[in-house]
């Protein structure tokens, strides 16, 4: 069974950067687009971004383009959210996901993906 373990989140001011790390169990990593989403307190969990299952494509919700990078190493089974310039309302809790389907393109809905991370908590203080 396959399984996703998050790590880097913690407290950094405004303006700050983390680095979130997923690392994925299992022998199927490289065949699947992986995403992360991000839920803060009271909200819905939302889309933050996602990478195709060779890493060539990437895909990001509006508000972080420009600030996050995703990335994979497949070799490492392990994907990366490179977080920059954050901002207080960046503060969630951060999960990784993998798709249901193998080798289909990333996406940004929640319900195309079906393996989840317990997740890992980013605040950013002002």
């Known amino acids: 069974q396959v399984q996703l373990v998050e790590s880097g989140g913690g407290l950094v001011q405004a303006g700050g950067s983390l680095r979130l790390s997923c690392a994925a169990s299992?022998?199927?990593?490289?065949?699947?687009?992986m995403g992360w989403f991000r839920q803060a307190p009271g909200k819905e969990r939302e889309f933050v971004a996602a990478?195709?299952?060779?890493?060539?494509?990437?895909d990001y919700a509006d508000s972080v383009k420009g600030r996050f990078t995703i990335s994979r190493d497949n070799a490492k089974n392990t994907v990366l959210l490179q977080m920059n310039s954050l901002r207080p309302e960046d503060t969630a809790v951060y999960y990784c996901?993998?798709?249901?389907?193998?080798?289909?393109?990333?996406?940004?809905?929640?319900?195309?993906?079906?393996?989840w991370g317990q997740g890992t908590q980013v605040t950013v203080s002002s």
């Open positions: 996901a993998r798709k249901v389907l193998i080798r289909t393109p990333p996406t940004t809905r929640l319900a195309d993906f079906g393996v």
């Open positions: 990478i195709s299952w060779g890493g060539g494509t990437t």
């Open positions: 299992g022998r199927t990593f490289s065949n699947y687009a």
